[in-house]
Structure formats: C-alpha cells, structure tokens
C-alpha cells in the first residue's frame, strides 16, 4: 500500500499545480532545504535510480516549488529534471526487459523454427511412400467408376452437362 502510495505521489507532484496558491512560496522546511540543497537537480536523470524514496519525494516537492514560478525564469536544467521525473524511465514506465533481449528472442525463435524444419526432413526421409490411392490416375479411375454406378445422378459427377473435377484432387 504504501509503494502504491508513493508511486502515486511521484507522478502527480511533478504536475500537479495547487489552485489556491498563485504565488510560489518559499521552502520553510529546514530538512527540505537541507535535502534540496544535497540533490542538485542539474544532475536528477543519473542519481535518480539511487536516491531514496523520502530523497524522490524530497526533489518532487522541490519541482513543484519551481513549477509554480514562471516557466520563463526557470533553467534547463530544472525544465529537464521536472520532466524526468514526470516522464521518466521509471516506477511505472520503468522498461520491461532490458537491452539486447530482442536479439535473444530472434535468436531463440530462429532456432527453434530451425530444429522444427530439421525434425520435419528427418520425420519425412524415413517415412514410407504414400499410399497408391493417393495418385491422380487412381483418382480418375474413381471418377469413371462413379459415373459407371451413376453415382449422385442429380448435380453430382452422373448427372447431364457435368464439368467439375469429380474426385480428382491432383493438379
């Protein structure tokens, strides 16, 4: 409950604006000062993995101190790091896999459908022949057959004007 808590502070801090409070306030907390003043926001994009969650929510609350001034008079600096930590690659947005899993999964699949198309040749070359009702003389033989017992005399291979195939499935 309280990582969901967390997390949902991070990423509401960052944006959330205040609706009562027009003008910015200065930070009063002496431990806040202190803690801001330890974080340079310069430099949030490669301490923000090691920072502990009291020093994250310590930087948000910062940022959202800096936000509610004029964008105008704010560094770019403060701009990059109130959008990291907004937008960022973690908490929730953290990456899935890490690099390089692609090629492993196309590596991987490539193999498989390698041993899958070997296994089927071997299968295949020791296989007996197909059976001699599986030919396409074999097949006209039926159809000459059926029309001999006058099978399916109404639409079928019997009746007038017929011009189908019949029971040839062979090209």
């Known amino acids: ?32 000062a202190a803690a801001a003043s330890a974080i340079p926001l310069s430099n949030v994009e490669a301490q923000w993995s090691s920072l502990s969650p009291t ?7 910062q940022l959202e101190e800096l936000q509610r001034r004029d964008w105008k008079t704010l560094s770019l ?9 907004a ?23 490539s193999v498989l459908i390698g041993t899958a198309g070997l296994l089927y040749g071997g299968i295949r070359s020791i296989a007996p022949p197909s059976p001699k009702t599986i030919s396409k003389e ?3 033989a039926t159809n000459e057959r059926a029309k001999e017992l006058k099978i399916n005399p109404i639409t079928g291979i019997s009746s007038e004007g017929y011009s189908g195939k019949g029971f040839v499935s062979h090209k």
Do not use: D, N
């Open 1 to 32: 409950m309280q990582a969901y808590a967390l997390r949902f502070l991070r990423r509401g801090l960052a944006t959330a604006t205040h609706p009562t409070s027009i003008h910015p306030t200065p930070v009063t907390s002496h431990a806040t």
């Open 77 to 85: 600096s403060e701009k990059k790091a109130a959008y990291y930590v």
């Open 55 to 61: 020093e994250q929510t310590v930087v948000h609350q």
């Open 138 to 140: 074999w097949e006209e």
């Open 87 to 109: 937008f960022g690659p973690h908490g929730p947005r953290a990456p899935v896999s890490p690099p390089g899993t692609t090629v492993k999964v196309v590596i991987g699949v």
